[in-house]
């Protein structure tokens, strides 16, 4: 499906992410540091209780992103605290800073200034990027998990006691299904999506583009009959996909030189992210005033100029008619 020809001498440029760019130019994400487990009855040593635990989220970042969502979506606003670092990030890494419209601020937990000193506070021997989710213990004074692939699945199932239980994003009798097509929209969409931005060569950009925009066209016939992803109510399968695709046409697409196509441009795909935008919990939590100015102001080794565009035009909350889907 490539629609452009290689140069002929496909010459490696500068990595955004020194340490996770592989020979050839291909971009591979470091692993998650801090991996225990919440659980409900305590048995990992971290139990599941009102008012112990805070997220460390970005507005801007999609793994973040999922977090907050499921935590509205389970009614565990009042149950798990959350609060965002500055959009923009230097060498340094994520900041605490007020902000003019209080969409970020300081560190309510700990006054700690900048997110490294959560993570040298459980391990000061820590070395690696500085990232959210993390999700900090008020108990032991460290963080639990940074492990963005299940932060979202603790928020589903091991705070039950004190959650909405009429929403189930994990139903048991979908767990495979949710599984199947959660690790295919991980590797080829989520972090697809920066396969192909952080290359540092054409060839490897190349194969990340096209492995993407194949599985956007199987995803687009599979929501040509279905509504959601998996079973016919909204599961943690469409809270993974949508924190990719409501990034895609105000970031991927031109950051990340993912244009092929826009999510605009797949009749199935815009219409599933704008229904799933119109529901509590997912728009309320949508900033794309964090999520454009961290991209474009953060990267400099893909946007030197840290010029941050205006556009694009796009309507989310225009009918989406998928309601025909049952
Ligand atoms: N924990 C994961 C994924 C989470 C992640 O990459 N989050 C980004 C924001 S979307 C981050 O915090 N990056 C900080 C940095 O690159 O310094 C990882 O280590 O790759």
């Known amino acids: 499906m490539s629609t452009t020809t290689a140069p002929q ?3 490696e440029t500068a990595p955004q992410l020194v340490g996770e ?8 994400r470091q692993e998650n540091a801090f991996r225990d487990r919440i659980t409900a009855d305590g048995s990992s040593g971290y139990k599941a209780e009102p008012g112990r635990y805070h997220i460390y989220v970005s507005l801007a970042c999609p793994w973040a992103h999922r977090t907050l969502i499921v935590r509205n979506l389970k009614g565990l606003e009042d149950v798990v605290s959350a609060s ?3 959009p923009i990030r230097d060498e340094r890494g994520w900041a605490f800073r007020e902000s003019a419209d209080g969409s970020h601020g300081p560190d309510p937990v700990n006054g700690f200034r900048f997110l490294s000193e959560a993570y040298l506070a459980t391990d000061p021997a820590f070395k690696g990027r500085y990232t959210v989710p993390a999700v900090w213990d008020r108990k ?3 963080i639990v998990t940074n492990d963005f692939h299940t932060i979202p699945s603790q928020l589903e199932t091991e705070f039950e006691a004190f959650a909405d239980r009429s929403v189930d994003l994990y139903p048991e009798g979908l767990r495979p299904e949710i599984d199947a097509v959660n690790r295919m929209v991980y590797e080829r969409v989520n972090n697809g999506v920066y396969e192909a931005g952080f290359a540092t060569s054409q060839a490897a950009y190349e194969r990340a583009f096209d492995t993407l925009f194949a599985a956007l066209d199987e995803l687009e016939g599979r929501l040509a ?3 959601f992803l998996a079973g016919d109510k909204v599961t943690d399968a469409d809270v993974r996909l949508f924190t990719t695709l409501v990034r895609f046409d ?3 697409v031109g950051h990340f030189k993912c244009n092929l196509r826009r999510l605009v441009d797949y009749p199935n795909l815009w219409g599933y992210a704008r229904d799933l935008y119109q529901r509590p919990g997912f728009g309320e939590t949508v900033n ?3 999520i454009k100015r961290h991209y474009y102001q953060t990267h400099d080794k893909i946007n030197p100029s840290r010029i941050v565009p205006k556009g694009p035009a796009v309507d989310w909350l225009s009918p989406h008619d998928r309601d025909r889907l049952g």
């Open 9 to 11: 001498a496909d010459t």
């Open 21 to 28: 760019t592989a020979p050839g130019g291909a971009f591979k």
């Open 140 to 142: 032991t004074g460290r």
């Open 225 to 227: 009959g279905q509504r």
């Open 84 to 86: 965002s670092v500055d």
């Open 250 to 252: 105000a970031v991927y």
């Open 288 to 290: 794309f005033d964090h």
